[in-house]
């Protein structure tokens, strides 16, 4: 069984300030892991996923993330975010097939502020 | 390409009802899948199919069916609707394009039931 904690709920930060969201995640097996980011009413966008290789991902929008495997997670950073990241984060974990089957955290709701 | 598409966009069904949430990729992936979301707990996958023909369950598939006759559509069924399956519904499908994994989600069915 797989398994993904988002630590943080809710995460506020201010416009131009660094910001990093927490995913911890449990498998038996190999992972695959992904960030996903839902603006308001909209559907799930891909931001970045690590099935291999180089443990530091880039993804769209400036995103990065770092997968650890001895701690078990997969962060989300962004040096400097724009009022237009504020959105819910999803992390995700698959066991194979590099995204069947997602296991997805709660969600992490940023808010840029001014 | 539209990408993934869901109809309808909205419903409100009465305790007992039966409908079906629409979905459509024109993209050519052999997998697709259904997730709620509800709030505080993230996306749950209902069922997924890896191909025409062939469908499976997911983590919470009581209460709803699914069948994949081609490969564009993905029709999910709830047979007699009822107040826990109030939930926004995503359908999602997967596949290879230009040697690059591509995922995409729908906009999502807000569903109600009274």
């Known amino acids: 069984a797989q398994s993904v904690t988002q630590l943080d709920s809710q995460v506020p930060v201010f416009e131009e300030a660094p910001v990093e969201l927490r995913c911890n995640y449990s498998?038996?097996?190999?992972?695959?892991l992904f960030w996903y980011v839902q603006y308001p009413n909209q559907g799930l966008q891909l931001l970045l996923k690590?099935?291999?290789?180089?443990?530091l991902v880039k993804g769209i929008n400036g995103f990065e993330a770092e997968f650890n495997k001895s701690q078990t997670s997969f962060h989300l950073r962004k040096p400097s975010v724009h009022i237009s990241d504020t959105a819910e984060y999803f992390c995700?974990?698959?066991?194979?097939?590099?995204?069947?089957?997602?296991?997805f955290g709660t969600g992490t709701q940023l808010k840029v502020e001014l | 390409n539209a990408g993934v598409t869901q109809t309808p966009k909205f419903q409100v069904l009465k305790t007992g009802q039966s409908m079906t949430l629409q979905c459509a990729q024109d993209?050519?992936?052999?997998?697709m899948s259904w997730y709620r979301q509800d709030p505080g707990m993230g996306l749950r996958l209902i069922h997924y199919?890896?191909?025409?023909?062939?469908?499976d369950q997911g983590e919470v598939p009581n209460g709803y069916n699914v069948s994949r006759s081609t490969t564009e559509d993905f029709p999910l069924r709830l047979l007699s609707a009822a107040p826990s399956q109030t939930s926004v519904y995503f359908c999602?499908?997967?596949?290879?394009?230009?040697?690059?994994?591509?995922?995409?989600f729908g906009p999502g069915t807000r569903l109600l039931v009274l």
């Open positions: 993209m050519n992936h052999e997998y």
């Open positions: 498998s038996s097996v190999s992972v695959y």
């Open positions: 199919s890896v191909g025409a023909g062939i469908t």
């Open positions: 999602a499908s997967r596949g290879w394009a230009g040697g690059q994994e591509t995922q995409y």
């Open positions: 690590y099935l291999s290789g180089s443990t």
């Open positions: 995700a974990v698959s066991d194979g097939g590099g995204g069947n089957k997602l296991t």
